[in-house]
């Protein structure tokens, strides 16, 4: 349904041409100095308009808080939130009156609900992510400022052209084939990245020459009045060890759900994904290694910083895959909702490829999940750590405190 | 946590060396024939010591029914069953008392709880997938004498070994690439693939000639005291149109999160996934077609049945990636958990690969998930049937009963 | 937190002195339609200022439906909706600054969160009742179209004024015992009254003379400066049998928890309630008889439409017990928050007695659990009602289709 | 459902006649010690056959932990445990295939579920309970070694014999009025009340003259074929404050949920309760006062130690009441399930009044929503420890730290 979230919550509301789509953020913790431009950043991060990469549809995307906060403070309690839909043009898809656009949710939504919005396919719309990311910036807002942790999504592939995995060293950049997680290169890239360096290219890939080429594929498409597709990576630094809950909440499965349920999104991989099982467990295996602060770390990380579901304290990245824009300007054959043959070419304003405003949207998501996830480990660990210390068990089955 | 589901509810318990493992299944239609035999078929295809392949810890894996359930039929109220533990050899492990295994879960579980259980992982062993088999046998057995749903899964890669995309059609065997999605021979297997013909090999891979490939690779990982992952391929057919709750609980995004669940799972790719990112809009949007039950339907399948997160009625199909298992008996150099470093040969039993028996795994979780979609998408549909007929709408935003 | 309910789900915000409060309904059934003018309705009932016997605080609470109704009908998709704060007065608790009020949320809210909104207790405002209202009216529109579902409250007692339980019978109303549930004349009560009827008084209190000296007691508070507290018993008829989940969520658990969870209130019975622990189970056993309609019902009715935790068909009524307003003008002797000792007069605008505005809160709270459950049921229902029959069972087991 | 809690989880099985009862205990914190016994015991002051009081099927409730626990601490992973059903004797029951038991469970779980258990109910029995006290039990062993917590629950009045409110002043115990909150008298017993002196008498009534009246009264009902109901009264000692969670999930509500979940409960009230709706406000109030460990308390406590939904550090007492069992064996004059009237005449073995048995299954659900409640809590109090110093608020909305 419309609400994600065990301790720290986020629930939306709103489809494409509604008075405003907006958000209800619940359990943020309390006493955190937050103030609207804090979201509104994120917002405009996501927002139409902001290249000719994107969709010419330009909406502000002005955010209004209503609660939860006073003198710049969170309460604890809930924040409502709220977008207005200034730029509402329904009369450009009255084409789908009579056609279910192929690959969108016009036919699936109808089916679910036996009515639709006149927008086709009600909240599966790119506004329903407003939410998200105002919850997301919340929520990182509150990880950075109690512990660090730092959030960095860029894209790392358009249709065949990707990151090469040993960025930044240049000379195999014409090799497009899918980014290897292991290379030193970009281990340490993910190590590194910062959003500036990913906002310095209007799509969104850090590595100049890659996003040129990106750029003109996108161009590309557009022209054609055709889509693309594309993937977006994500690091997470700094989160601690012990979060994720087995067995069906394990952290991957969490993660894995909050970015399968981004609109567009068809895949879903945390560390050496689909690549790792192809290799050996003894070259995959991370050997731990003990590490300057006193705790045990990974030589490697191909497990993306999570093992057995729960995180080891190493860098979380994952990758997550965008289909292409189902909405496309160029004549389609398929068939009206009665099963009538036709022929339907969309009119409005589509995004030719999505993957450069989803960066936001993967971040916002990985900042609810991890926000969640520590407050539900934080709940365990500080009532152990009331419990008296354990007299019966081996030594070896206890960590020092 | 340890709880799946919203209105068919799976609860499981359970670690490697303890008394029993164990499940209660709760909103379990009632008035469904069911007898022990039924979830024990599902058992046996996941248990150990099925062949050469697999682990030599040989365990029945013998199910007992608790409660729920009089004269062979389902009363509604919670299903509690339990498989004892009758292999333990806690002594097995005795090495990991100071060596953390690398890319297990023994680091993570101490890191979160504090304690850790003398087999190290804690629930993060092979013997807790035993209540979601038994869950899932259930369940699926319901979805087919209520909607004729079929759900099979399969081994399609282990290491660099790929079912061919082209099977049936053997010239092309010898190419190792990712699957394609999108042959008509491979959209052939999927509406017709039955778990005889997967069991008829020991690799669970439905091409005699891959498999025979693919078990020389995983008694060549077992040779080596190595081990190798691979991909386990489902396909869920007949499933109705209308299933899947938007925004946060996609149909896609639930499977997902069921499917990355599974211990030693990294990656999930539902339709053409990470491959379909690169193929333009224009060449991966399904079109329409009306199909002689007069319902529409899609001439490809690119989307996998799943369309803005809802079912469309077409095949739903999806991939697993599994890891190599972390678990190897040749020397491993890593360090011990005060840090000092050391080299880890584990002893034990273990699977050099996993996929085999990870079939019936994803099939279980599979069914979990269509049936509890279903009976939340069936609340809807029951409550909406019995309002009155629409007066204010236009004809094109609603459908005819 | 802030959500509740599991298929019709309502997540709400809102402090006292902020922008606006708000709700986000999701899961409400598609094609029903409904009116901004129905959601009103309610609001309206339940506004401040209604008489000289509620707050002077002179709000019009319109509501603005944001999202999820096109035409007039639902969409099946989140109903976001907020009602503005329109007459902010923050300086009138300035006092409150020093001060926690006695019995209010003041001090445990700041012993929760560590700050405080500007008007104490945060979210434990009757503003915050906004959004149940609204949810609920849209629940009981669906409801009454679908089932011919009937919800109606009333206010049964202020201080020690009680409805006489063998109204319409006038004799007996000097008595001012506690209100049995038992009586052929409550019955009747029970089984006509309708909202009309309680709001010809200003106390919603269906009996004239009885309301009357509600009245004069509540103005007796008032112009002691003081507050009194009351009773609402609430009926609800035309709900089928079958709804309610053993074990833990019972039918009176998931009303009981709605009830309790609306501010000021400290006590639930269900059917007969305390008075019925203290009748034997010969005389409490509600026999069962056939109806005309071909069904079981029952000749006395003490279970309250609830056995075993399931509807059983009968009229459902309830009783919630709501405390004296803790805010109140005349002076009282407590300490400040810092502990030193001292008095408090609180200024502001509040009302001597909430049992009047509470009734369309009760009435709203008890659509949502009726509706949600009748959800779940369906689900379940329908789910059985797809089986094959059962051909294994004693017919003594099976109910008739 | 069969589940219970957000962060400790309980979920159970289990009919009158199956093969077991059980529970997996979900979330428990890492690092206690337990042991069966620690379970054992209050399994055994809840099971039948303790005194001629109570029903004579003699079970022994042994209880078998299957899971979670190691050398005698917990993992932090689920426990799962069972209790064999040893006595089954469905033949007792064989009328009611003809009867539904008036204001029992049978008629309603048939019309939920459209077949029926042979026991008629199906978990509306009292053996589901047996889920319920283990998970208390270890709830509340916690609950105990980290914060001190005791929890006291004993019964307070069998049909109209009340425990007077005065304890231990003996002049008033003539006087069978529903119990008063506030005698000074009664509050110290509040405060002081333990389980030994409760198990001292049978009836588990604290106050031996009443107890002994409430004796005679059971017998009565006893040698009557009859039953009686009775109300239970339970204290919850030195919790912190700040428990709870606005706006459905108030600590009272959470509570009445809980309470209201066991069978034949009809009735739930925090503090003053009913009783505390007819005083004044000025009366009701409970003024603030400096107590000696520095922090506020209050010096009455109508409120039950919770206001706002939040808990205020106070002693939390509330009260539960019981209808008389259902299940008699004496004559009924009532219809089959074919609506052909007759007579029933319960054969098997009942207890003719609950409220004995019920005080440790009371104790339970309190722990068990404490347990939860401090869990959830603690994570927002930690997350808002670890953010930096406000530096934008008034003083008078930070609490210090």
């Given amino acids: 349904m419309s609400t994600y979230g065990t301790l720290f919550r986020v629930t939306t509301y709103g489809e494409s041409h509604c008075a ?193 080429r990106m750029t003109q594929r996108i161009i590309r498409a557009k022209d054609a009045m055709d889509s693309i597709g594309g993937t977006v990576t994500c690091v997470i630094r700094n989160v601690p060890s012990g979060l994720g809950e087995p067995v069906f909440d394990k952290f991957e499965a969490k993660l894995g759900h909050a970015m399968l349920s981004i609109p567009a999104t068809k895949a879903f991989e945390i560390g050496s994904g689909f690549r790792g099982t192809e290799v050996p467990g003894s070259q995959h295996n991370d050997a731990f290694v ?16 999570v093992q057995g579901g729960i995180t080891n304290g190493e860098d979380i990245y994952f990758r997550v895959g965008f289909k292409s824009p189902a909405t496309i300007s160029q004549s389609q054959a398929t068939a009206q909702y009665d099963g009538t043959p036709g022929a339907l070419a969309a009119r409005g304003r589509h995004d030719p490829c999505v993957v450069p405003r989803a960066v936001p949207i993967v971040e916002a998501m990985a900042a609810i999940v991890v926000l969640d996830e520590l407050l539900i480990q934080n709940a365990r660990r500080t009532a152990a750590g009331l419990l008296p210390p354990i007299t019966t068990l081996p030594p070896t089955m206890v960590m020092p405190k």
Same sequence: chains 1, 2, 3, 4.
């Fill in 290 to 305: 003990l590490k300057a602060n006193g705790k045990l770390g990974t030589t490697t990380n191909w497990s993306g910083g």
């Fill in 20 to 212: 405003s789509v907006g958000a209800i953020i619940d359990g943020c913790p309390p006493g955190l100095e937050l103030s609207a431009q804090d979201v509104q950043v994120q917002l405009s991060r996501r927002r139409p308009g902001q290249s000719n990469l994107t969709t010419p549809r330009d909406e502000k995307d002005l955010v209004h808080i209503q609660s939860g906060i006073e003198h710049g403070v969170t309460l604890g309690t809930p924040i409502g939130l709220l977008v207005k839909n200034e730029d509402q043009r329904p009369k450009d898809y009255s084409e789908t009156d009579l056609y279910p656009r192929p690959s969108h949710a016009d036919y699936t939504y109808l089916e679910k609900y036996g009515v639709k919005a006149s927008s086709g396919g009600g909240r599966s719309s790119a506004r329903e992510t407003i939410g998200r990311v105002a919850a997301g910036a919340i929520a990182e807002r509150y990880l950075k400022l109690a512990y660090g942790i730092e959030i960095v999504a860029f894209v790392s592939s358009v249709g065949k052209i990707h990151l090469p995995s040993t960025v930044p060293t240049p000379a195999n950049e014409d090799d497009d084939t899918a980014q290897d997680a292991l290379t030193p290169e970009f281990r340490a890239l993910l190590g590194s990245i910062t959003r500036a360096e990913v906002d310095a290219q209007p799509t969104r890939c850090p590595h100049a020459e890659t996003a040129e």
